[in-house]
């Protein structure tokens, strides 16, 4: 089978490096810059402007990388569309403004998501703030696996044929996980409770489900696998949880019948990796 061609990446990165946190975008495509890597185009400013849409428009991946002021630790992923209205406050446009504009001018819209890095700090120096270097270094990593991900699917046949469901009620936490199993050739769904998930896992019937522990309450995780399980649902179910190591010596894996447990924040790398090896996918 032919090969797919490989998409053409744009990291665009904006935020003033003068107020510390704020220039947390133009930090990671620095970064981004120092690999230079084939087929990838890192760019940075200290705001979006209207000229950015003709960089989208010769790009099929877009990356917006900026700071946040408030929000989940490290990082916030959201997936862009052209907003219905373009709008300009204090000579600053949106990401989904500049989709827009490219929409209409250049009739193209690439696939596009905002990378919103917690900052903490945001007064007059040219440091971040400690914190704020950890959540870069987090978000980076983010971005390399997305690249690696898109160039190697490019060279393989396309969809793994696989699905997973997802379910847990923390949207960022979904929108990361569904950008890097989508990225890596996944099907994926999503359920944001317990009941929901049952109903969608014996609709679609899943080759694996990631199951938040925490959800309507501290262990709808391990109802939701028993019912799961009950019901003959027998395809590898993945906890995922931020209390870490006291899950794992508090819960019999085996007696709920799950493949293993994912500690959050989500190690990207680790998820894409044990998934492939469990449904053997290459």
């Given at each position: 089978m032919k090969n797919l061609k490989a998409p053409r990446i744009l990291i665009l990165g904006y935020g003033n490096p003068g107020r510390q946190d704020d220039g947390i975008g133009p930090a990671v495509v620095e970064e981004i810059e120092r690999l230079k890597l084939p087929g990838v185009t890192a760019e940075s400013d200290y705001q979006l402007v209207i000229e950015n849409a003709a960089a989208l428009a010769e790009h099929e991946k877009v990356i917006f990388v900026d700071a946040a002021v408030k929000g989940p630790e490290s990082f916030r992923v959201k997936s862009l569309i052209p907003s219905s209205t373009i709008s300009f406050t204090s000579h600053v446009i949106e990401p989904e403004s500049v989709l827009a504009i490219c929409r209409d001018t250049f009739k193209k819209v690439p696939d596009a998501w905002l990378i919103g890095v917690r900052g903490y700090e945001f007064e007059l120096a040219e440091v971040l703030s400690e914190r704020a270097l950890e959540n870069k270094h987090k978000a980076l990593d983010f971005i390399k696996l997305l690249i690696r991900e898109w160039k190697g699917k490019s060279m393989a046949t396309g969809e793994t044929g696989k699905t997973i469901l997802i379910i847990d009620d923390d949207p960022d936490i979904c929108a990361a996980m569904r950008i890097v199993l989508e990225s890596a050739g996944f099907i994926v769904g999503e359920a944001g409770d317990g009941e929901e998930g049952l109903k969608i896992a014996q609709r679609i019937k899943p080759d694996a489900i990631l199951l938040d522990l925490m959800m309507e309450t501290v262990d709808a995780g391990s109802k939701v696998s028993t019912k799961l399980k009950e019901a003959g649902f027998k395809a590898p179910i993945f906890l995922l949880s931020s209390a870490g190591d006291a899950v794992r010596y508090n819960?019999?894996?085996?007696?709920?019948?799950?493949?293993?447990?994912?500690?959050?924040?989500?190690?990207?790398?680790?998820l894409l990796r044990t998934l492939k090896t469990k449904l053997k996918v290459k």
């Amino acid at each position: 089978m032919k090969n797919l061609k490989a998409p053409r990446i744009l990291i665009l990165g904006y935020g003033n490096p003068g107020r510390q946190d704020d220039g947390i975008g133009p930090a990671v495509v620095e970064e981004i810059e120092r690999l230079k890597l084939p087929g990838v185009t890192a760019e940075s400013d200290y705001q979006l402007v209207i000229e950015n849409a003709a960089a989208l428009a010769e790009h099929e991946k877009v990356i917006f990388v900026d700071a946040a002021v408030k929000g989940p630790e490290s990082f916030r992923v959201k997936s862009l569309i052209p907003s219905s209205t373009i709008s300009f406050t204090s000579h600053v446009i949106e990401p989904e403004s500049v989709l827009a504009i490219c929409r209409d001018t250049f009739k193209k819209v690439p696939d596009a998501w905002l990378i919103g890095v917690r900052g903490y700090e945001f007064e007059l120096a040219e440091v971040l703030s400690e914190r704020a270097l950890e959540n870069k270094h987090k978000a980076l990593d983010f971005i390399k696996l997305l690249i690696r991900e898109w160039k190697g699917k490019s060279m393989a046949t396309g969809e793994t044929g696989k699905t997973i469901l997802i379910i847990d009620d923390d949207p960022d936490i979904c929108a990361a996980m569904r950008i890097v199993l989508e990225s890596a050739g996944f099907i994926v769904g999503e359920a944001g409770d317990g009941e929901e998930g049952l109903k969608i896992a014996q609709r679609i019937k899943p080759d694996a489900i990631l199951l938040d522990l925490m959800m309507e309450t501290v262990d709808a995780g391990s109802k939701v696998s028993t019912k799961l399980k009950e019901a003959g649902f027998k395809a590898p179910i993945f906890l995922l949880s931020s209390a870490g190591d006291a899950v794992r010596y508090n819960l019999d894996v085996s007696e709920l019948g799950l493949a293993g447990i994912f500690q959050k924040p989500i190690d990207h790398n680790v998820l894409l990796r044990t998934l492939k090896t469990k449904l053997k996918v290459k």
